[in-house]
């Protein structure tokens, strides 16, 4: 039997009318936006199902939202195939909030309340110190390091061999950008963010998040859960707290995590949530892999028949 990982969306996948097809076909997921709803006190589901698309893009909104529609879509899963097991979980950034759900490392309201507070704190850095991210797609991650340091900006997203993301205050962003084209850069795109993420301009996120963490107790997870800032398994359920406080501000591991479910002889991945940017990283990364993304009921049903059929 092959070796199957399960992936979960991070920030930047929201849609308005993401999760709308599987509250209505499943119970499970309905009862998930109901609880999401009465845990956060507003109507998350509507923001989700209607929008508007800048509400759905605020941090603490938008944290919550595709977390609540990426567990919508692992409980469907979980429904249509009761019997798949994963060798283990991780997740983009927020993903892997919802990767120690999955897991039960944490539960469904903790994990809401949590990135709640995680996104309204990650925006109140943004307002503070007004900050950039852009793409490099192209260099070497020994040449994206050395771009970084030139314009005094800071690596962010490891995504892929070839595509690094780099992080820092706005005004120094075309610098970086620059220096990334003069470097040899293929391309490079400038990401609509409100700032500047995984990197040391959300330190005051990251100690206000210390301090919400204090009072949570975690669990040890089912399977396990990859961290982003490592790139290695979460040692134990006490060592999760201060990893996710530090993921705030830490580069994203994503070519460490995927090298490691190769290294325990993962071969097939399914990814939860909108969009299917993780498919995409996996790939590059992974050539041979083959991914699965569950976004909606049609392409639930999609990934179902093919995952009973190999």
């Not at 390091?145 to 595509?163: M, W």
């Not at 569950?294 to 059929?309: F, G, M, N, P």
Request: aromatic share 6%; net charge neutral.
């Amino acid at each position: 039997m092959k070796k199957r990982a399960v992936v979960f969306a991070g920030q930047g996948a929201q849609a308005v009318g993401m999760g709308r097809d599987l509250a209505e076909q499943y119970p499970e997921c309905r009862a998930l936006f109901e609880k999401a709803d009465g845990v956060l006190g507003y109507s998350l589901s509507g923001i989700c199902f209607d929008g508007p698309m800048e509400e759905l893009t605020r941090a603490d909104r938008c944290q919550p939202a595709v977390f609540t529609v990426s567990m919508a879509c692992y409980a469907a899963l979980m429904k249509e195939a009761p019997g798949i097991s994963f060798a283990g979980a991780a997740g983009l950034s927020l993903g892997e909030w919802t990767a120690l759900c999955a897991a039960g490392a944490v539960s469904f309201e903790q994990a809401l309340e949590i990135l709640a507070a995680r996104g309204r704190f990650m925006q109140e850095a943004c307002d503070e110190r007004p900050g950039g991210m852009v793409s490099v797609i192209g260099l070497s991650l020994e040449a994206a390091r050395q771009v970084a340091a030139s314009a005094g900006v800071e690596v962010a997203n490891i995504n892929s061999p070839e595509q690094v993301v780099l992080s820092g205050e706005k005004s120094r962003i075309p610098a970086a950008e620059n220096a990334a084209k003069q470097a040899g850069a293929s391309r490079t795109v400038v990401l609509n963010v409100a700032g500047a993420f995984h990197s040391s301009l959300m330190g005051w996120a990251a100690r206000k998040l210390e301090e919400k963490l204090r009072s949570v107790s975690f669990s040890p997870p089912a399977m396990p859960v990859v961290s982003n800032v490592t790139g290695r398994p979460h040692e134990s359920a006490a060592a999760i707290g201060p990893a996710m406080v530090r993921q705030v501000t830490s580069s994203v591991q994503w070519v460490d995590t995927v090298r490691w479910f190769q290294e325990q002889g993962v071969a097939e991945y399914v990814e939860c949530g909108p969009g299917r940017v993780l498919a995409g990283l996996i790939k590059r990364i992974d050539r041979n892999a083959i991914v699965h993304s569950i976004q909606d009921v049609s392409s639930l049903k999609k990934a179902v028949e093919a995952l009973k059929a190999g």
